[in-house]
């Protein structure tokens, strides 16, 4: 997709015509503000003692969001608009970010404003790396949270030559080293409706918090579509469209080929831990991955927001017979069955089709499927296909998947 600019302004615009609905999809949303009444501006102008200028400022056009439902960005002539909506509170708003070229520039006293490109960032998420890899702005983050368990080789390196701030646990930063870094802005998830003690001490210091929640979303399409949210900040909205299109097309046309298939195997998934077994349910992004792939997932219609925590025996009882287990919590059958010897009791793994996301991890502790696989929807729903329906695909080389032996 092409992107257009504002008159006098280098930032990119989403490009389109005014209200076109293509594939059902709005390319480009006009946002006016509602006019303020002449009268009511001059009553409001008479009133002000401080001699505040009111205006008006409509924006010039929006970004095009077509699955994530967590964040929008506006185009205004001076600045762009970046809302993250609060996934607990309908129609509120966690942060609201003005994004300028020049920091002279007036906004809105309603968010943050932030100088972009931004020059440096810290981050407190593995999710968000390779969305900054892809967007070639991976130069940029000179802290983050537990980088000893990152799998990001550029970043590890850097981390061992002493190039990356080690911040801390991302629910325990480290005040001091982020003070001492003070990036352009620091990068974080939201847990929760509140805001925590964490948060508010960050704030309290001048650190410029932008949230990233990408891990809210419902689909894996949606989840990957954040790749637009960070490129606002980065001026890379064109590319980041580019990118989030190749991988749109490459998971619909993957997803094709199971659309008709005649058999779909029933999915157990996750594992038992400390006597609680984690079930993800209809509303988890992981859930619509095995039924995108062909899967029969007893829970997928469950609305429950989160995982289901249950016991032992509710999960037998429904899915001791279930034809394949994913995202098995062991690297091995004999871990698995060490960790409950109850679990040999699946069908799944009596036949021998169980299966992890651990291919890509190391002894540090470090998953790049919990890293780096949300910007690769296409490659993990080929993998989850290779698993549920080998013949589909016989000579594919799984990435983030592997069978247990």
């Known amino acids: 997709m092409k992107q257009k600019r504002a008159k006098g302004k280098k930032d990119e615009r989403a490009k389109g015509r005014r209200g076109e609905r293509i594939n059902g999809a709005l390319y480009l949303v006009p946002c006016p503000l509602f006019l303020v009444p002449l009268l009511f501006l001059f009553m409001l102008s008479s009133c002000n003692t401080q001699g505040d200028k009111v205006s008006v400022v409509q924006s010039d056009s929006s970004l095009l969001v077509k699955y994530a439902t967590g964040f929008a960005v506006s185009y205004f002539p001076d600045y762009k608009r970046v809302e993250v909506f609060n996934p607990w509170k309908k129609n509120a708003s966690l942060g609201i970010y003005y994004l300028v070229s020049d920091n002279s520039v007036e906004v809105p006293q309603d968010g943050i404003s932030l100088q972009v490109p931004l020059k440096t960032l810290g981050i407190t998420s593995c999710t968000h790396i390779e969305f900054l890899n892809l967007l ?44 001492l870094l003070h990036p352009d802005a620091l990068m974080i998830a939201s847990y929760g409706n509140q805001k925590d003690e964490n948060t508010r001490r960050l704030q309290s210091v001048g650190i410029k918090l932008v949230y990233n929640n990408e891990w809210t979303e419902e689909s894996l399409l949606a989840r990957a579509e954040w790749i637009k949210f960070i490129a606002a900040f980065y001026n890379k909205e ?27 195997p029933s999915i157990i998934s996750g594992g038992s831990f400390k006597g609680t077994w984690y079930m993800p349910s209809g509303k988890v992004f992981i859930c619509k991955l095995y039924t995108d792939a062909g899967g029969d997932y007893f829970y997928a219609n469950d609305t429950t927001k989160g995982s289901l925590p249950l016991n032992f025996e509710t999960v037998l009882l429904h899915q001791q017979h279930a034809d ?47 890293e780096g696989a949300v910007a690769h929807p296409d490659i993990i729903l080929s993998d989850v296909i290779w698993a549920l329906h080998p013949d589909l695909i016989p000579d594919y080389r799984p990435f983030y998947i592997k069978q247990l032996k």
């Not at 850097?158 to 629910?171: I, M, P, R, S, V």
């Not at 097309?249 to 058999?263: C, E, F, L, P």
């Open 136 to 179: 070639g702005a991976l130069s940029t983050v000179k802290g983050a949270s537990t980088p000893d368990i990152i799998y990001n080789k550029t970043l590890q390196q850097a981390y061992q030559k002493g190039e990356l701030t080690h911040l801390g646990d991302a629910f325990k930063i480290d005040f001091e080293r982020l003070l």
């Open 238 to 264: 064109s590319l980041a469209d580019s990118i989030f299109q190749t991988i749109e097309d490459n998971y619909i046309q993957i997803k094709t080929r199971v659309s008709q298939v005649a058999k779909k």
């Open 324 to 370: 394949v287990w994913l995202n098995a919590q062991a690297n091995s059958i004999a871990e698995l069955l060490a960790q409950d010897e109850r679990h040999e009791l699946f069908d799944a793994l009596k036949n021998k089709r169980v299966y992890s996301f651990n291919a890509r991890s190391n002894k540090r502790g470090a998953n790049d499927f919990w």
